[in-house]
């Protein structure tokens, strides 16, 4: 499998999903911020709208959405529990924490890098920034009342829902959110980043 990313972004989460799978995949690093780039043509021509992530799998089908990523690298890997049974309550319960983190906590928290495209002028961006804040914490809270007294968000194991969810909230420190209010999304942030899996992709990506 191949899979197309760009460094930090949400493809950062099927980065991780297929480290901890243990499949054998290529991953290639994508820098829009490069027009001399190589791949940037082949991104736009494999992908209409020009994101990522892109995977390629084995047999050269393509898939462009990160739940549909997951789902599919785990489903791949059911040996490695990165997704939990089939037609089992734990794995809608699962889809229900993966469809959180890209509906509600990804644009929340996303939402704050690209303030100019709501508006153009400072006072209406302060506006829209100020709205946008007490979105990502709201979820932000959510989030942590989530965690209360487990490692992961279905508990003990780690879920293509946690490489999803430690994306999207790392992306607080570049937007200067402080975690100190949320305890237990500050220890999951650490815990997770201490796998090895994880360890491995941030040094890959430049993260670390």
């Known amino acids: 499998m191949k899979l197309y990313y760009s460094a930090g972004s949400c493809s ?3 980065h991780i999903t297929l480290e901890e799978s243990g499949l054998k995949y290529e991953a290639i ?3 829009f911020d ?3 780039d190589p791949n940037l043509a082949l991104v736009e021509k494999m992908n209409a709208l020009g994101t990522l992530p892109i995977l390629i799998t084995d047999d050269g089908k393509q898939l462009d959405q990160n739940l549909a990523i997951h789902t599919y690298v785990a489903d791949k890997a059911a040996g490695k529990n990165l997704l939990p049974a089939q037609g089992s309550f734990e794995r809608a319960q699962a889809m229900n924490y993966l ?5 509600d906590l990804h644009k929340g928290v996303g939402a704050l890098f690209g303030l100019a495209a709501y508006a153009s002028e400072p006072k209406a961006q302060e506006l829209v920034k100020k709205n946008q804040l007490a979105k990502a914490n709201e979820y932000l809270k959510y989030l942590d009342t989530q965690l209360a007294g487990k490692d992961y968000l279905m ?3 780690f879920t293509v829902a946690d490489a999803y969810a430690f994306t999207v909230t790392g992306w607080t420190k570049w937007l200067e959110i402080p975690l100190t209010p949320y305890k237990n999304v500050e220890a999951y942030m ?4 201490s796998r090895p899996a994880v360890a491995k992709v941030l040094k890959e990506e430049g993260l670390v």
């Open 99 to 103: 469809t959180f983190v890209a509906t």
């Open 190 to 193: 650490g815990r997770v980043a």
């Open 29 to 31: 690093g994508i820098d």
């Open 155 to 157: 508990g003990s194991t």
């Open 34 to 36: 490069n027009a001399n």
């Open 12 to 14: 950062m989460s099927c």
